[in-house]
């Protein structure tokens, strides 16, 4: 079946019946993708703050209601608990379960934060001529622990997590300015070619998602990614926190285009 045109209500729809169970880079081309971070009402200030400090990394497209599954912008009939294929639930910092749905973790004083996500803008690279590795070879995205660190706010601290999309030396220009016109998905490219100058010690073992190839004649191209929460979470230990697993998105209602320099 090919998601690729598949508007984003009907795509959700399929998440929600867990028919579709893997990430979603590719699906509905020109909807804005949301990676997703729900924690108690208690934690909520400061990690809107750490988003606040934080833009690059954590650009936020809305924050729902508390105790709220449903959203009022973005996607206005999504529910939150069912409508991402695949979820993570973090105890004290410690990955403790992965859920096809939450319905049943769900509390009365969850908030939950809807982040920009860099699959948003892969469409507009591909209208601009310029390959995504990941789609072509069929897997997630790579992403990564960098050395650099977040700006804290109250009790979050921790490294900024990037992704990586191998850009032809001819077409990095290219891709740094499609993608600086697009903010609210993280924007220009955060670092190009050296990873090791961010703290990447082997570029053929991701931290999160999966490898790709690397051709001669190519450079590894960094992006600021939604995952870096969950780098945050890590380190700073909270007693719960539920994430989308790395590559498995909201599909949202919005068009990339209306991103565009906001």
């Not at 804290?152 to 990037?162: H, L, Q, R």
């Not at 931290?207 to 870096?228: H, L």
């Not at 719960?240 to 990339?256: E, Q, S, W």
Request: net charge negative; hydrophobic share 40%.
């Amino acid at each position: 079946m090919n998601y690729t045109e598949m508007e984003p209500a009907k795509v959700r729809e399929y998440i929600r019946e867990e028919k579709i169970v893997g990430p979603t880079s590719g699906m509905s081309a020109g909807y804005a993708q949301a990676n997703l971070v729900v924690l108690p009402k208690e934690l909520a200030y400061d990690f809107l703050l750490f988003t606040q400090r934080n833009p690059k990394s954590c650009p936020v497209l809305e924050v729902t209601d508390v105790g709220s599954r449903y959203l009022k912008k973005i996607a206005p009939s999504a529910d939150i608990a069912h409508d991402i294929p695949l979820y993570r639930v973090y105890e004290k910092g410690i990955l403790t379960g992965q859920y096809k749905n939450v319905e049943q973790l769900w509390r009365d004083d969850f908030v939950s934060f809807l982040i920009g996500c860099s699959f948003s803008f892969e469409s507009e690279l591909i209208t601009a001529g310029i390959e995504i590795r990941h789609n072509t070879e069929h897997c997630n995205v790579p992403m990564y622990i960098t050395n650099i660190d977040c700006e804290p706010a109250g009790m979050f601290s921790g490294k900024m997590v990037v992704s990586m999309r191998p850009i032809p030396v001819d077409q990095i220009v290219k891709a740094v300015k499609v993608t600086n016109e697009m903010p609210q998905v993280h924007g220009a490219p955060i670092h190009i070619g050296t990873p090791e100058q961010i703290g990447i010690k082997d570029i053929g073992k991701p931290d999160f998602g999966d490898a790709v190839t690397i051709k001669e004649g190519e450079v590894p191209v960094f992006w600021c990614c939604g995952v870096t929460p969950q780098s945050v979470v890590m380190n700073s230990k909270p007693d719960f926190v539920i994430t989308h697993a790395p590559g498995h998105m909201l599909i949202t209602d919005v068009k990339n285009t209306t991103l565009k320099y906001m």
